[in-house]
């Protein structure tokens, strides 16, 4: 080659190479910087890192019938036995309760109402509720029913005072009237009470502060006030029987007195009856079965614990342990014991339920079998659960959530059947077993109603 024409040949070969680099570039630009189709290719293979195409791009490729998440109903996880939700409060619940006859549900909130629900309103649509406002924007803190149905007891945040209101019926409406108000400051050093009840006989009604428990009577006045000594309470519960107090706190032991009266009806004592002693940590939670021979207790040690106190404690006889159940053993969960809220106990003491944060689980009462989950059905911690005196229904409350929810008790309902089952065995009688068996019949009838979970 001539040596003048390398100088031509050179600057050609340079131009060549800034074409194809110029046409290069254009071509990824014009595929936004992509790597061309057989490189992805190779390295989309090749890469391990790749997160996986998210559910909702799966579900669109499957089209009709694909797997969809569960949409919270109302802002709440929905559940097969739900049975219904009792919507109306615009604040945090504070309490809840039931008439004995399990005609209404009382409840009261930070909403500075007080709010009575029929419960004959389950399976309807909507659910319609009396209301009322309290009396000088105070807030309910708790709610108890008189034992006749009549009336409503309430404690109040701010001025402390224990209300009393009478339920109204006219022409088919219902209204609460206030009847009568008395004072608490004084017993309670200004602190807060964690519980109200009144006794099923009607004898008395029992408050209970962080340090002590009152007794008055119904109309008000002091009959006595006893120093737990557990400081703080968490809360104190009167048995069915209205003869037993039971406390329970800060300590490991649950105390229980027994309120005495004498043949004419007069309040004389409360004396120190028993103690429930096992717990290895503070108790949160306390209630009595129907027949009172029976307690349930709930801990921060993640167990709870049923107690036979049919024994003879004048003779310091102890109370036996019926059933010892670990909770992180029963439910395949990790459980801190801050989320340990409340517990509840059957009205035929077959099934248990357990509030653990916004969850509930439920046993029944000889071997602690886990029976049902209710697994985030409130969107805050459960604070309140009650079976209602039918045991057809499980209520809970989770508080800062607004919502009381009803749930079927179709597990206790089973459990029924196993008992039943168990007494046409045990007996000689015909005639007893055709009464069992027809009980069985309409059990077996209601459950091929209810969904199942």
């Not at 309120?259 to 004419?264: D, G, H, L």
């Not at 108790?283 to 009595?288: C, D, E, I, L, P």
């Not at 079976?387 to 749930?407: E, H, M, T």
């Amino acid at each position: 080659m001539n040596d003048t024409n390398i100088p031509v040949a050179v600057a050609l070969i340079c131009g060549g190479v800034g074409v194809f680099v110029l046409l290069y570039c254009l071509f990824c630009k014009k595929n936004g910087g992509k790597q061309p189709a057989k490189t992805r290719k190779k390295s989309r293979t090749k890469s391990s890192s790749d997160p996986p195409p998210s559910p909702s791009k799966q579900n669109e490729k499957k089209g009709k019938g694909s797997f969809k998440f569960p949409i919270k109903k109302g802002g709440l996880m929905p559940h097969p036995l739900s049975a219904a939700d009792f919507k109306g409060h615009t604040d945090t619940i504070n309490d809840i309760a039931f008439e004995l006859g399990g005609k209404y549900l009382v409840s009261c909130s930070q909403d500075r109402t007080v709010r009575l629900w029929p419960m004959k309103t389950v399976s309807e649509k909507e659910h319609k509720h009396t209301r009322l406002n309290i009396e000088d924007s105070d807030i309910g803190t708790n709610v108890a029913f008189s034992p006749d149905g009549t009336a409503v007891l309430m404690t109040t945040a701010h001025s402390n005072d224990v209300i009393v209101y009478k339920i109204m019926k006219s022409k088919g409406n219902l209204s609460l009237t206030n009847a009568l108000s008395f004072p608490l400051t004084d017993e309670t050093k200004d602190e807060s009470v964690l519980s109200l009840e009144i006794a099923p006989s009607g004898k008395f009604i029992m408050s209970c502060s962080e340090t002590s428990f009152t007794l008055w009577t119904v109309k008000g006045v002091k009959l006595c006030t006893v120093e737990t000594k557990q400081s703080p309470n968490n809360m104190a519960t009167i048995s069915h029987c209205s003869k037993f107090i039971a406390c329970c706190g800060f300590t490991t032991d649950v105390k229980i007195w027994e309120v005495v009266y004498s043949k004419s009806d007069e309040f004389q004592s409360v004396n120190r009856a028993m103690d429930l002693k096992g717990h290895l940590a503070g108790v949160v939670s306390v209630s009595f079965s129907q027949d009172s021979k029976k307690a349930l207790t709930l801990s921060k040690d993640i167990t709870f614990k049923l107690w036979n106190i049919d024994v003879s404690y004048s003779l310091n006889e102890d109370p036996r342990v019926l059933l010892d159940i670990s909770l992180s053993v029963s439910i395949p969960i990790d459980i801190n014991s801050k989320d340990i809220s409340t517990i509840a106990l059957s009205p035929d003491s077959l099934v248990i339920a357990v509030a653990i944060g916004h969850s509930i689980y439920v046993f029944d009462s000889i071997i602690g079998s886990l029976l049902e989950s209710f697994v985030d059905v409130h969107n805050a911690v459960i604070t309140r659960l009650l079976f209602d005196p039918s045991g057809q229904y499980i209520v809970s409350s989770g508080g800062s959530d607004k919502f009381i929810r009803l749930w079927h008790n179709t597990p206790g309902m089973k459990e029924q059947l196993r008992d039943l089952k168990l007494q046409i065995s045990s007996t000689g009688s015909e005639a007893m077993k055709v009464r069992l068996r027809s009980q069985m019949d309409e059990i077996e009838k209601k459950l091929k109603d209810l969904p199942s979970s």
